[in-house]
């Protein structure tokens, strides 16, 4: 089994109209976390967890995809700092979750 919940998070619209997304990838197996900010929107990330189905190892298990929904822009800035860039497109975002989560430590239980 390699079940992998996929939160995304979104700002309200900046002054300029401009909304941020941002998404963490848990993969229940591993226990790894993985967190990046994003181009473009939830389609996105979307299109990344049908990839993962067909390109990760053992995924026959369906991924959940959970949205938080709108964030104050300083809460998303709050919440985000730090996190790296994850790409834009679904296949750098796939990349993305692949190579860190090889990286990442597992959380603790």
């Given at each position: ?28 197996d ?19 967890e ?16 959970v ?17 790296p ?25």
């Open positions: 089994m390699n079940s992998i919940t996929i939160n995304i998070v979104y700002s309200k619209r900046d002054r300029s109209g401009n909304c941020y997304w941002a998404f963490t990838a848990f993969n229940h591993t226990q790894k976390a993985v967190s990046g900010k994003i181009s473009g929107n939830d389609s996105n990330i979307r299109a990344a049908f990839m993962l189905r067909d390109r990760w190892p053992n995924t026959g298990e369906p991924c959940w995809c949205n938080v929904g709108e964030m104050p822009i300083r809460k998303w800035n709050s919440l985000t700092a730090g996190w860039y994850a790409g834009c497109t679904p296949a750098e975002i796939l990349e993305f979750i692949r190579k860190t989560e090889a990286a990442a430590e597992p959380q603790p239980a």
